[in-house]
């Protein structure tokens, strides 16, 4: 019995491992955030299993499920959206029971979103933080971007349409024009990767009505101001 965190593509459908391709064909049961979008993804590999959604509205109802059939020796496939699983979705609490249970967990890696932005961004990838999503909530945004104002590593986060100017112009208030990066439809057809100061980005994306959601990445912060200044 054995859970198996499958990463998927995050955008162009090449960009999946032999192994991860393995993996799904001889999964008993393929557990997935939306099974309409997996189904999409298995059908164009030829590949047939029974789906299982698993989500942050019904993940307390679900893993005891999970958990039994893996007891009962099923090999299970975990995916996610797109990506990676774990990472800012709720395969994290599966893992966790899976590991409880004392179920074999195992990991077949591939592409990260914020990884891909990362690394195309120009700025330092030795040391980074990731936030996930910012609070929706601008008090809640702005509280937990003061924390991060003298964050030395770079500082990653995924942000939505909708809410992309406000969080930008929180980072602006609170951590200053500072350089940004803004990358959207990441390995897609329309994949755009925009470089420039905070203030320039929000007068950018303010005559804008892009979809698909955000990876930014913005420079952390840099000690030479400071010093300059005494």
Known sequence: MSLYIVATPIGNLEDITLRALRTLRE?????????????????????????????????????????????????????????????????????????????????????????????????????????????????????RLEELSQELRTIIFFESLHRLLRSLADCLLVLGDRKAVLCRELTKKFETVRRDKIS???KEYSDKSPKGEFVVIIEGYDTRITKNKI
């Open 27 to 143: 999964a008993d049961l393929v557990v997935a955030e939306d099974t309409r979008r997996t189904g999409r993804l298995l059908k164009h590999y030829e590949i047939k299993k029974p789906l299982l959604s698993y989500h942050d509205h019904n993940k307390i109802q679900k893993t005891p499920v999970i958990i039994e059939r893996l007891e009962a020796g099923e090999e299970i496939a975990l995916v996610s959206d797109s990506g990676t699983p774990g990472i800012s979705d709720p395969g994290f609490y599966l893992v966790r029971e899976a590991i409880e249970s004392e179920i074999s967990v195992i990991p077949i890696p591939g592409p990260t979103a914020l990884i891909s932005g990362l690394v195309v961004s120009g700025f330092p990838t030795d040391k980074f933080v990731f936030e996930g999503w910012l609070p929706r909530k601008s008090s809640q945004r702005k509280q």
């Open 200 to 202: 320039n980005l929000i």
